[in-house]
């Protein structure tokens, strides 16, 4: 059992207070998920520049070692490197050999990534969400049910660029995915099934599918029980498996589309009474675009 939430604006006068919004969202989903959190917040960006958002300890002398126009912003075991998009590679390779302690959670000109272990609302403070601003977004508490307690457990899951994932459910084929990913560029860092399914969508939008094209490819594809909720850089998307043992629930007004495990994780949004909320059907994409 875990908790996923989402939020995607459609009014942007709310982007200051997305954090803020998010942030509460999270916290309201522990009992779903007490173990773990993430979040991956899309704000702002630069043409031409990349982030890459890493995690790991002794993040202070990183800036300075990799040098050239690399610029960075520690939030507590993390660290957002914003660089020119020709430098990504050069900065990955770097990080290979000079910090192969390190992981690149996410990367991509606007997405930023952050998981822990712990309470949602402690990881939230530590890496300040509230005071974050955005256009959307994707949370995850965890409850471990089939492997350790870990930060890597953590979800969201990034395996393209601007790309992210949380799951709640269980994959049965995950491993027979993966070898058929693999050859085809997909990198995985993690044996969860959740980062499978990340990498499978990022594998069909390499391959020209949009996001809602990829995720009902999913259905034929993907075997088990899920209700994912996917980011891009403009898009924002929610499905559940032909089942749907899993809650959801969804509200959208003018302002926002947003998406909770429980109608609780949504009780705090500005407006909420005069949403129309719904509980997404079954084996149905559901998908916006920013503009």
Not at 213 to 238: I, K, M, P
């Amino acid at each position: 059992m875990c908790g996923i939430v989402g939020l995607f604006l459609k009014n942007s006068t709310l982007e200051p207070r997305f954090g803020e919004l998010l942030a509460e969202m999270l916290v309201v989903m522990t009992g779903r998920g007490p173990d773990s959190a993430g979040f991956a917040v899309y704000g702002s960006g630069e043409k031409g520049r990349i982030k890459l958002t890493v995690r790991g300890d002794d993040l202070g002398s990183i800036v300075p070692d990799l040098g050239g126009d690399v610029s960075g912003e520690i939030r507590d075991t993390h660290l957002v490197l914003t660089l020119p998009e020709q430098d990504e590679q050069r900065v990955r390779d770097w990080l290979a050999a000079a910090r192969p302690d390190l992981a690149v959670t996410g990367a991509g000109q606007r997405i930023e990534l952050y998981k822990e272990v712990g309470l949602p609302a402690d990881v939230a403070k530590r890496f300040g969400l509230a005071g974050m601003s955005g256009t959307h977004g994707i949370g995850h508490t965890r409850m471990a049910t089939e492997s350790a307690v870990t930060t890597a457990g953590a979800h969201p899951f990034s395996t393209g660029t601007d790309q992210c994932l949380v799951h709640n459910g269980s994959l049965s084929n995950h491993r027979s995915l993966r070898r058929m990913l693999e050859p085809k560029g997909i990198r995985f860092s993690t044996d969860n099934d959740s980062e499978v399914a990340a990498g499978y969508l990022s594998w069909k939008l390499q391959e020209g599918a949009t996001l809602a094209e990829a995720l009902e490819a999913s259905l034929d594809d993907l075997d088990g029980f899920f209700t994912f909720v996917v980011g891009t850089e403009s898009g924002f998307a929610v499905l559940r498996d032909p089942v749907s043992c899993k809650p959801a629930v969804m509200a959208e007004t003018n302002d926002y589309v947003a998406f909770g495990s429980e109608y609780r994780a949504l009780a705090g949004l500005p407006g909420i009474q005069n949403a129309r909320v719904f509980e997404p059907e079954p084996a149905r994409v559901y998908a916006w675009e920013r503009n």
